[in-house]
């Protein structure tokens, strides 16, 4: 639980080895084991030991008692750090419409965002979701990746841009105003990064999710930093996991391991519909594929947490209950 | 736990007698959707769909009775039906969408919901999710090995196929039966089903099988606030006959008996592949 105890420090400012320097509420239960650094494997993980899932097991449930009113004072700082992206992903953000108003009444100051906020410079910020690759041709673009790695506790690669290259790998440069912008990598190749949330663009609703979810794990009460702890680890471990996606990662990871069942969710997934079935295992139209990432993260074979999963009602309703019901 | 959350457990059997002619077992799944959709509880359902070749199915968004009649009964094979899940809400614009799945197939909406990636508008359309128990799964031209080579029997002859009492047996046409040994089939499994730590569905809104129940009858897992609200509801309307599930013979304890068997074979088979090979392992997506 390297990765879970070092997302707890990250959020209470404690190293989890002396839980008395911290101040009483906000502590966090603490692991035994110290925490590791969080480093970006460049080589694909080696096979984990198995560990019993929690599905056989009568695991304790984190209670999740929804907090209505909450003095905006708590809120936390989110910004908006725009790479070479589409701004498809900022879309889709927005896209929650009335859900992004509650998001950003109750939850998170938007304090930086070129589009949508008059903030110059890259400030101080408790979350930084970053959209787009960095070009390497732009001077501009390596210093705003460092600042932003630098001024966010937590830095998120918002979609298949920041995290995997995406469409961008394919770049060959001769744009008419920067004709030698070509060298475009996911930003996992110049700072550490801690969460992914894959997708082209990732959808409004896992936004939305992680958003709550950051907020919980940085006001909530012990019990819902536990469950939002819970809750991102398996996406800090995608970005443990390395920069580089592909449809053939479906190959690699699921099928060749014997573990794809034929759920077809990879199918549903793919934003340019470059699988299809064979077999009742899924193949990839390779030219097709822009290396987004997301089918491999969305497959339930990739990785599938039960002390989450199995609160998925609960988890629902709590997501429900902080956005104020029908943000649809 | 091995039986999952539940809020209540029954035998039963759909009241219409035109659903019970060709389901698989007590018609829950097709009655349960039925009644949804003449309620606007769903707009439609993925369901296994009758495919190009015998057998093998093909996900379907049904929209009417007449759809969810035509998919009844089970194919042992795979279906992907969550690959329709995404077309379900964007192509044909489905607000309320019911599935039904294999318990790994549920396990993938519910991931769907939870972390939707690349799923956009899927999470909040889900209305009722069905699962059906599921031991193993087989890829087609395993089922065709095993039909054809195994049970003597042409797949087009074939009406139904059915796994119980440690046999896998064919129905034909012409009224005959043919039956091989469960453990024959073993080889053909696909590989997935290895790892698989679900029996019974547990992640579903309301999950059924025949496992417990006496033939003809289906034993019927509510699952989640959803699942009872419209389970009681179908209940209350007469869509279902009921009996409670300790009346029933071989009732619980054979599901927990199986459900057991299942999650500590695959427990082991996930242990074994941590030390698969030579100081080398397999991935185990449970971590
Ligand atoms: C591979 C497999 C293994 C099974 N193993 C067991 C078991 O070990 N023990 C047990 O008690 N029950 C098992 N079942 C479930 C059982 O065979 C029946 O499907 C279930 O009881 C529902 O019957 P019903 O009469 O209520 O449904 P029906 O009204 O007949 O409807 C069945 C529904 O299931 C759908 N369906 C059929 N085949 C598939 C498929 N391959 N994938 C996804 N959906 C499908 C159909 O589209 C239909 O909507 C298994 C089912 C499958 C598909
Ligand atoms: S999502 Fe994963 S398990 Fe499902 S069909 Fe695709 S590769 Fe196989
Ligand atoms: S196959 Fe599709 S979902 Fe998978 S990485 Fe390629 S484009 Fe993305
Ligand atoms: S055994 Fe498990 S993995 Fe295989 S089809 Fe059934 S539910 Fe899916």
């Known amino acids: 639980m390297g990765l879970l105890s070092r997302l707890k420090e990250i959020f209470t400012g404690n190293k989890p080895e002396e839980p008395e320097a911290a101040p009483g509420p906000t502590t966090v239960p603490e692991p035994a084991k110290a925490p590791e650094p969080v480093t970006v494997p460049d080589a694909r993980p080696e096979a984990k030991p198995a560990v019993k899932p929690g599905d056989v097991k009568v695991e304790k449930k984190p209670e999740i008692e929804e907090t209505e009113e909450k003095p905006v004072a708590e809120k936390i700082t989110i910004g908006h750090v725009h790479m070479s992206g589409c701004t498809g992903c900022l879309v889709s953000l927005a896209d929650n419409y009335e859900g992004l108003f509650t998001l950003l009444d109750n939850y998170a100051d938007l304090n930086y965002c070129l589009t949508l906020a008059d903030v110059r410079d890259i400030p101080k910020m408790d979350v930084a979701l970053v959209e787009g690759s960095v070009c390497l041709n732009d001077h501009h673009s390596v210093e705003d990746i460092k600042k932003a790695r630098e001024n966010a506790t937590v830095v998120v690669a918002l979609g298949g841009c920041a995290a995997y290259g995406n469409i961008t790998r394919f770049c060959r440069g001769g744009q008419w105003n920067q004709p030698q912008h070509e060298s475009y990598v996911p930003i996992g190749d110049l700072i550490n990064v801690d969460v992914y949330l894959p997708g082209c663009p990732p959808s409004k609703e896992a936004i939305r999710n992680v958003a709550v979810m950051a907020y919980l794990l940085l006001r909530g009460s012990d019990e819902q930093k536990e469950l939002a702890a819970a809750y991102l680890k398996p996406l800090m471990d995608l970005a443990q996991r390395g920069v580089e996606a592909c449809g053939c990662d479906l190959m690699v990871d699921v099928i060749n391991q014997s573990l794809c069942m034929g759920c077809g969710t990879c199918v549903a997934a793919c934003p340019v519909r470059a699988i299809t079935m064979e077999y009742g295992k899924p193949n990839i139209e390779r030219d097709m594929c822009i290396k987004c990432g997301v089918c491999y993260a969305q497959c339930p074979r990739s990785f599938f947490n039960f002390d989450v999963m199995n609160q998925f009602e609960a988890i629902g309703e709590a997501i429900n209950a902080a956005m104020g019901k029908g943000d649809e | ?287």
């Open chain 2, 1 to 287: 736990m091995v039986l999952g959350n539940y809020k209540n457990c029954v035998s039963a059997r759909a009241a219409d007698p035109a659903i019970l002619t060709a389901s698989q077992d007590g018609g829950i799944v097709t009655q349960l959707f039925a009644f949804a959709l003449e309620e606007g509880i769903i707009d439609g359902a993925i369901v296994a769909g009758q495919g190009d070749e015998p057998f093998k199915p093909e996900p379907v968004v049904a929209t009417t009775v007449a759809e969810l009649m035509e998919a009844r009964g089970t194919r042992y094979t795979i279906c992907p039906n969550v690959s329709m899940i995404k077309e379900a809400t964007r192509s044909y614009g489905l607000d309320k969408v019911g599935i039904v799945g294999t318990p790994c197939q549920i396990q993938a909406v519910r991931k769907a919901q939870l972390y939707p990636m690349g799923m956009r508008s899927v999470p909040d359309k889900i209305a009722l999710a069905i699962g059906i128990f599921c031991m193993e799964n087989f890829p087609y031209q395993g089922l065709e090995t095993m039909v054809e080579d195994l049970c003597n029997v042409k797949m087009e002859n074939a009406v139904k196929m059915d796994i119980g009492k440690g046999k896998f047996s064919v129905y034909t046409e012409r009224g005959a039966v043919s039956q091989i040994p469960l453990k024959l089939t073993h080889k053909f499994e696909q590989g997935g089903c290895h790892v698989c730590l679900d029996y019974v569905a547990n992640l579903a809104d309301v999950s059924t099988g025949s496992v417990g129940s006496p033939d003809g009858w289906s034993t019927v897992f509510t699952r989640t606030k959803a699942g009872e609200t419209i389970w009681g509801k179908a209940i209350e309307a007469g869509y279902f006959e009921t009996k409670p599930i300790a009346d029933v013979k071989p009732g619980l304890d054979l599901v927990t008996k199986l459900a057991t068997e299942k999650i500590t074979k695959n427990q082991k088979t996930l242990e074994g592949r941590a030390t698969f090979g030579v100081d080398k392992g397999l991935r185990n997506p449970y971590i």
